[in-house]
């Protein structure tokens, strides 16, 4: 079977281990980034099987249509929301997710956000290189506030994280919050308000869903500290369009450091964050660390085996059985 990997900017997935298990078959890798939707067409349509990659290939009804040799698509990752399982079911072809990843990857890289920004890690690096010294002083994190919105698999760990270091851990999100923060030993915060006021560094760590995007507005940045950082390794779409940027022009917040991106990839520094001298940012690589890429992957290469060899499989759209 032909099966095409599209979207592997990086070109690791064929050092993968698991990527043995596709052995035997006709395996294109594609590093394409953000190819047009006529690219796409042409390097997908002789594929019987698609892995898709993250988000990054939205998988339309208009493309599905594009590939009548389609049959199955491996999404690494258990998230399917750049596919339209509906013209996949439609069309007859099969969908199936992975699982979680370890939330330790994307709490690990907050924390170098964090420690990059309050301590001037990119500045010294550079400075240093070039035989100079800054002129400014870094921030120390024992004492002050975190605020960590979303204590779950992700936000609980960012907030053990800072309570090693002697912070106080302030924790907001939904009703049930207030009792893991008790439970933990964390603090819960009165309201909204407070909580964006007294957060010294603020952590996103909600869930991307249709309640939660563009929960974070212009107000709730303005009411933080002109010193305070704000880290994103959820989702971009968590603020409404443009406050961020906005805020960090107007000062408040200080500073931000982010991983997520309203339309990724960014491509040619093309980015209102990436021309701000208040703002860190990284490519989306929270995730780009072997132990991850082994887990997502070797999850949808199972799947494409258990595929070619008749098994069942975990599918988003089990009615396409029926449809066969």
Known sequence: MKIIIPDDYHGLVPRLECFGKLAGHDVQVLRDVAPSFETLVEKLRDADIIVAVRERTDFTCALIEQLPKLKLIAQTGRSAHAIDLKACTDHGIAVCAGSHASPYTVAE????????????????????????????????????????????????????????FGMRVLAYARETTAARAKALGYEAANSRQAFFEQADVLSVNLRMSEATRGIITAEDLARMKSTALIVNTARAELFAPGVLVDALKKGRPGFAATDVYENEPVQNGDHPLLKLPNAICTPHSAWLEPTTYELYFGEAFEQVAAYAAGKPLKLLNPEVVQRK
């Open 109 to 164: 890289h907050t924390w170098a956000l964090i420690f990059a920004s309050v301590r001037c890690v990119t500045e010294d690096a550079a400075l240093m290189k070039q035989g100079k010294w800054r002129d400014w002083f870094s921030t120390s994190l024992r004492g002050k506030t975190l605020g960590v919105y979303g204590l779950g698999k992700i936000g609980e760990p960012v907030a053990a994280t800072g309570a090693s």
